[in-house]
Each structure stands twice: as C-alpha cells, then as structure tokens.
C-alpha cells in the first residue's frame, strides 16, 4: 500500500520504511532470503532520480536511511523500493502505485 512522507530538506536522521505487500498481503521474510533491494526516488519529470542500495530487515520489513544529497533539494518525489531476486527477477513495491515522499524547503 502507498504511503507518503514529509520530512525537511536536509534531514538525515529518518529512516524511510516500508512492509512490502501483494494486493495487501505482507510478503514473508523468507520469500526475500537472498533478495538486494534499492531505494528509488524521482520528480515526476524525472529530473531529479536516485537508486541506492537498501536493505531488507530480518522481520522482512525494508528500510533506508539518508545522506544529505539524498534530501537537498525541496520537491515532491515518487518512491519506490526494488527487489531483485537471487536469479534476477524484480518485483517493485508498493506494486499497484508509488510512494509520495514530499521534501520540503528549512528555513536555514
């Protein structure tokens, strides 16, 4: 299920987080045994992009923590998370939307 996010431009102390889900049954951590997951992020014209290594949780849950180019600039971003399986099929999360991730602009 999508989800939306709204930190400060320059925050680096959030962990993005998420429980993957199928039609809105959570995937068993055993199902992600041997997976890489990436943290994916874009504007919606695609001028701003980033796909970084995240990682996948013992309780199968994903996260991703930040670094400061990761939340430099102030815009509204679709997100996404995914994993590529051990013999190289891919399956995104959420599958039926994005994520919204909203930076907004400090004050300093």
């Known amino acids: 299920m999508a989800v939306e996010v709204t930190t400060k431009q320059h925050d680096t102390k959030i962990t993005f987080f998420d429980i993957p ?3 809105g049954v959570t995937v068993p951590p055993g199902d992600l045994a041997g997976c890489t997951l990436s943290f994916l992020l874009k504007t919606k ?3 701003i992009a980033l796909k970084k290594a ?3 949780n013992p309780d ?3 996260s991703y923590d930040p670094v400061p180019a990761d ?3 102030a815009a509204k971003f679709q997100q996404e998370w ?25 004050l300093g």
């Open 21 to 23: 889900t199928i039609d």
């Open 45 to 47: 014209d695609g001028s």
């Open 54 to 56: 995240a990682v996948i």
């Open 60 to 62: 199968g849950s994903f």
């Open 71 to 73: 939340v430099a600039t």
């Open 82 to 106: 995914e994993v590529v399986y051990p013999g190289g099929k891919i399956l995104t999360f959420p599958n039926q939307d994005w994520n919204t991730v909203k930076i907004i602009a400090d």
